[in-house]
RNA sequence: GCCCGCGUGGUGGAAUGGUAGACACAGGGGACUUAAAAUCCCCAGGCCGAAAGGCCGUGCCGGUUCGAGUCCGGCCGCGGGUACCA
């Protein structure tokens, strides 16, 4: 009996499926289609358990679908712009594009010996001028259409190496190089008008059934609707009055002040002639642009001296703040204060000792307002003491509606929907990326670049030795003739964000060579994506922006309307996650470590080079800048790609993290072993034996199970349903010819997770052709139904008994 | 801060509101072997008990229910996102 050798029965089943074409993607009318993607990785160089875990989800599905009879689409590419590539050019030297173009090729050697079901002649990568030209072709048609525009946003601006910094380089504050606090700056910058389609997005979400439940709360969320009462409070002593938007005008009578932001017009104009609100404004300047460095920063104020009138009480003056938690990009960057009844407001006026007018709702009697707000909850009613819109007991909501219609009915106020969702800003201040194919014309303004003249290539000659966009010190890319009036012009050196790349590349899988971004037929074939498989850190802004990016194609014909939803079925999987080994360097600086260079002695975990006492940080999602992963590759090299298919999925449901730890992979090498034994048993018994019921209806239960599991991404439970049917055929009694049989299902049902395996089981056992496109066995129903039935015997709801009894009690 | 998840033996986990711990890993015991590896068999939530059996037990506190790991409320801890990481 030959013992079960990976290395030498893998390349021979790829080459056979490769010789076959059994992955080739073709469009075939007659069958039904099955689109299955899972989110496409960023070329770091090495490939990692997670995108093991994930791809080989998406290989079960991909491959069970083709048994099952579908036209299977399982493409594979590359999201290979951004940052690293910029910093690796930076640190090591060489060129980003050589050194994307090499981890790719890396990449891909690391992934093909998975032996995934994966069509590769339709790769490509984001990168490629082929596929950004295109990009660019798409921009210009979303000019054309309005969806694009340029205004000013703000950005982290490092004042050392003035250049802009992304959230990551921005560390406690300081530029991650420099080490100077960052500032924030205003820039003009280009936006997609995402926002037009807050209410569709948000509408839209009700439909996407395949999709969990979770997300669809997280993007409702995100887009953020809500309504509002929208007026203006008349400054005393005249000037322009200060519109404020406000979802709780219910607490209008507990006004202490009005706040406006830092970036207001008004705090603007102010900082021209006041030194003091200038300095303000510096002040609260600085730090980095995140929703989270905003909302953690110290709550600061500055009186303005400017007064403004109650629009209930001419003769109540409310004095005027300048306040960095009010954003200028919410609403209309002013508030007016509730301290009673919001725990912020109440905050802010305890430091700057302002009025607190005590609370006048409340459950039972007013109260006065201590150290905590009284937050009126919008579906429980609560006393009105205030009768000012005419209420005695409502609920929030009841008492938000009563407001704004009061205030419509008296004319100085409007009912308005607002959307916390803002426009996507997509310039990028950097090389490697999609450059923004418009020309800047002293005569002309800016000027979209002729598609003709289409793609707008990145240049090659460009240094890294500087801070800064490279593209802005290039001496000759930058100088182009306008478009429009052929005179002399510059070219945008902006480059678009990522997310941009990523937002429809599973449409370009479709027609990857087409001449256009999109080929009508083969949209119309195979979109939508049936199964899309990936990361939960994805849920918002990559799942939102794509389906964005889905309409503007629409709008622009690049796409069906019956693709507006480019994702039917969308599955979250669980992170792989490692702990974190951490040193410090000399300024207290984190330093991470690979799990391959830590020593574990009595003490605690150590350097294994210098011995040095390494901090472990608790388990968190593997990433290249916190060192945490573990190489795949060791893994198949030692077992086999079965084994680390098999073990990926088996010991975690696939929507959790799963810890990675080096045991286990031992274990599902064992397993596998044992199976092939198994069959090779059986291949060299005798043909002679009974049949065997109890066999049977074992084998048919595994058929359902396994199919139920895959069905449902119960991969783990299916896997543990294959354990015991192992156990059943290494105990059975029965025959050859009924275990050969039952082994050949059995090869079936794990060919999805260990296809290599299962094709030498079952050219061993006598099956036709290749296993991959072996129709998938069906359970016989008559082989699931059980005689009997056990019931527990609970007494006030503890178990104290069981009773077998027959099912069918004529028997 | 805000939004969204998750929390079950030594470990990974299983369990349509109905026998908690399936299936594995690590561990213990045994068989085979000159020996080891490999393989096969058995044990195993905690506490008490020789056993039969009893009590406790799904992060913590409370609630709904004949019955809660599962549903509801409040905490605690961990993770993801937070618009320039991808």
Request: with cysteine.
């Amino acid at each position: 009996m030959s013992r079960y050798s990976p290395a030498d029965v893998e390349p021979k089943w790829q080459a056979a499926w490769a010789d076959a074409g059994t992955f080739t993607a073709t469009r075939d009318e007659s069958r039904p289609k099955y689109y299955v993607l899972e989110m496409f990785p960023y070329p770091s160089g090495r490939i990692h358990m997670g995108h093991v875990r994930n791809y080989t989800m998406g290989d079960v599905i991909a491959r069970y679908k083709i048994s099952t009879g579908h036209s299977v689409l399982h493409p594979m590419g590359w999201d290979a712009f951004g940052m690293p590539a910029e910093n690796a050019a930076i640190e090591r030297g060489g060129h980003p594009k050589d050194w994307t173009y090499g981890n790719i090729a890396d990449m891909r050697d690391q992934m093909k010996p998975l032996g995934l079901s994966i069509d590769w002649t339709r790769e490509f990568a984001t990168c490629d001028p082929e596929y950004y030209g295109q990009q660019q072709s798409m921009f210009i048609d979303f000019m054309e259409r309005g969806l694009v525009y340029r205004k000013n946003a703000t950005v982290n601006w490092d004042p050392v190496d003035m250049t802009v910094l992304a959230n990551e380089q921005v560390i406690d504050g300081k530029g991650w190089r420099s080490d100077a606090p960052v500032e924030r700056r205003e820039l003009t910058q280009w936006f997609f008008k995402i926002s037009d389609f807050s209410e569709e997005l948000l509408e839209a979400i009700d439909g996407l059934d395949g999709w969990p439940a979770k997300v669809k709360l997280m993007q409702s969320n995100w887009i953020g609707k809500s309504r509002g009462l929208q007026f203006a409070f008349e400054r005393v002593g005249g000037g322009d009055p200060i519109e404020v938007y406000t979802t709780r005008p219910d607490t209008l009578m507990g006004a202490s002040f009005v706040g406006i932001s830092p970036d207001h017009p008004l705090a603007k104009e102010l900082a021209e002639t006041n030194a003091d609100v200038a300095a303000f404004r510096t002040e609260v300047a600085k730090g980095g642009t995140t929703e989270e460095a905003l909302e953690k920063a110290e709550k600061l104020g500055f009186d303005t001296g400017l007064t403004v009138k109650h629009p209930l009480n001419p003769d109540w003056e409310l004095p005027v703040w300048i306040a960095n938690f009010i954003l200028m990009d919410y609403g209309t960057g002013a508030i007016f204060a509730c301290p009673a009844h919001d725990q912020r407001d109440l905050d802010f006026c305890r430091k700057y000792d302002l009025p607190v007018i005590d609370t006048f709702l409340a459950l039972d009697d007013p109260a006065p307002v201590g150290a905590e707000a009284f937050v009126p909850p919008k579906s429980e009613k609560v006393r009105w003491v205030d009768h000012f819109a005419g209420l005695d007991v409502a609920t929030g909501e009841e008492a938000i509606d009563a407001t704004i219609a009061f205030a419509e009915a008296a004319g100085w106020g409007k009912g308005v929907t607002q959307y916390r969702l803002r426009d996507w800003g997509l310039s990028r201040q950097r090389y490697w990326g999609c450059p923004i194919p418009v020309v800047h014309c002293d005569t002309c303004g800016v000027v979209p670049e002729r598609k003709e003249n289409l793609p707008v290539r990145l240049p090659d000659d460009v240094s890294f030795d500087q801070p800064g966009n490279p593209l802005d010190r290039h001496p000759t890319w930058c100088e182009v003739p306008c478009p429009s009036c052929g005179k002399p012009a510059k070219r945008e050196t902006d480059t678009m964000d990522t997310f941009v790349d990523s937002s429809w590349y599973f449409a370009r899988f479709t027609a990857p060579h087409a001449e256009t971004p999109t080929n009508a037929e083969d949209a119309a074939y195979w979109m939508n994506v049936d199964q899309y498989i990936g990361g939960i850190e994805h849920a918002i802004l990559h799942l939102l922006y794509s389906r964005f990016f889905a309409r503007a194609m629409h709008i622009c014909g690049h796409l069906p309307a019956s693709a507006i939803e480019p994702f039917d079925a969308l599955f979250t999987q669980g992170m792989v996650t490692h702990e974190i080994y951490v040193t410090r360097d000399e300024r207290d600086r984190p330093v991470y470590h690979l799990p391959e260079h830590i020593e574990w002695h009595e003490s605690g975990a150590r350097l294994g080079e210098s011995g040095a006492p390494v901090e472990v940080i608790p388990s968190a999602k593997m990433s290249k800048s916190k060192k945490n992963v573990v190489d795949p590759v060791n893994i198949i090299e030692a077992y086999g790609a079965d084994t680390a298919r098999w073990f990926v999925l088996s010991d975690s449901p696939p929507e959790r993290d799963v810890e990675w730890t080096a045991s286990g992979a031992e274990a599902a090498y064992k397993h596998l072993s044992r199976v092939y034994r198994i069959a090779s048993d059986i291949a060299e018994a005798p043909q002679a034996g009974a049949g065997d019921d109890d066999l049977l209806r074992a084998m048919h239960k595994a058929i359902h199970d396994v199919t139920m599991g895959v069905e449902s991404f119960g991969f783990n439970a299916a896997i543990a349903k294959l354990y015991g049917f192992t156990n059943t055929l290494a105990k059975t009694k029965a025959g050859r010819d009924t275990r050969a049989q039952a082994m050949r299902v059995m090869a079936q049902l794990m060919a999805p997770v260990t296809p290599h395996l299962s094709e030498e089981i079952w050219s061993m056992l006598g099956g036709e052709r290749l296993i991959a496109n072996a129709p998938w066995p069906v359970a016989d129903e008559s082989y699931l139904v059980e005689d009997t039935v056990t019931l527990p015997i609970q007494v006030n709801g503890k178990r104290r008994s069981e009773l077998t009894v027959a099912k069918d009690l004529d028997k």
